[in-house]
């Protein structure tokens, strides 16, 4: 199996910049995704790194450095509706998915 | 397009009963997989499909079947449900076509089992 660690809460300003972190110990790495989930609803896609670097989408983005087995989700400008449940998937080898237990972040005004 | 579909939204089933939840996707996709997802614990995989007529045994399998007779359909049996079978539970699916692969997640089934 995988080892994959986020924060289980944090809580940021509307407007403020928020940043979700996610550690990984696996072998066969072959991407990291970022899913977002609202409250009784399905996960939906926001992003996937494959090779080092920052990937920009908008008020968000990600990053993954491979040698450190770490990524963060960078979230902008943050918005109430921001308020949700942020998963950090890692793939390993082929196309399953291994899923950490997701960051609550909650937007106050 | 409907995308992911799943039924029952969600159910009361009593212990030792046995309960098929389904699974439709109109995406063509190749790929299709059940998770649960548990507070604290996050979504696991229970059982997966590469493509019609072939499936595999994901994190959590015990106490599941599944089947994949044709592209579109996954459905997941509890054949003698447990209370610790009470989760939410997400079909996802995705083309395996290269690339990232996303999955994409159906609305969920929330089971209680009593």
């Known amino acids: 199996g995988q080892n994959i660690d986020q924060p289980t809460e944090m809580t940021a300003t509307e407007g403020a910049i928020v940043q979700i972190n996610c550690t990984y110990q696996?072998?066969?790495?072959?991407?990291l995704f970022w899913y977002q989930q609202h409250a009784g609803e399905a996960p939906t896609f926001l992003s996937y790194?494959?090779?080092?670097g920052l990937e920009e989408k908008g008020r968000f983005s990600s990053f993954l450095s491979r040698s450190k087995g770490y990524s963060y989700l960078l979230l902008k400008e943050l918005q109430m509706k921001d308020s949700a449940s942020y998963l950090c998937?890692?793939?390993?080898?082929?196309?399953?998915?291994?899923f950490g237990a997701g960051t609550t972040v909650t937007v106050r005004a | 397009t409907a995308g992911i579909t799943q039924a029952p939204t969600s159910q009361i089933l009593a212990a030792g009963r046995s309960m098929t939840l389904r699974c439709t996707q109109d995406?063509?996709?190749?790929?299709m997989y059940w998770y649960r997802q548990d507070l604290g614990l996050g979504l696991r995989l229970i059982h997966y499909?590469?493509?019609?007529?072939?499936?595999g045994k994901g994190e959590v399998p015990d106490g599941y079947s599944v089947s994949r007779a044709n592209t579109d359909d996954f459905p997941l049996t509890l054949a003698s449900a447990v209370p610790s079978q009470t989760s939410v539970y997400f079909c996802?699916?995705?083309?395996?076509?290269?690339?990232?692969?996303?999955?994409?997640f159906g609305p969920g089934t929330r089971l209680t089992v009593l």
């Open positions: 696996t072998s066969g790495f072959n991407g």
């Open positions: 996802a699916s995705s083309d395996m076509a290269g690339g990232p692969d996303t999955q994409y």
């Open positions: 790194n494959v090779l080092d």
């Open positions: 995406m063509r996709h190749n790929a």
């Open positions: 499909s590469n493509t019609a007529g072939t499936t």
């Open positions: 998937a890692v793939r390993q080898g082929d196309y399953k998915l291994s």
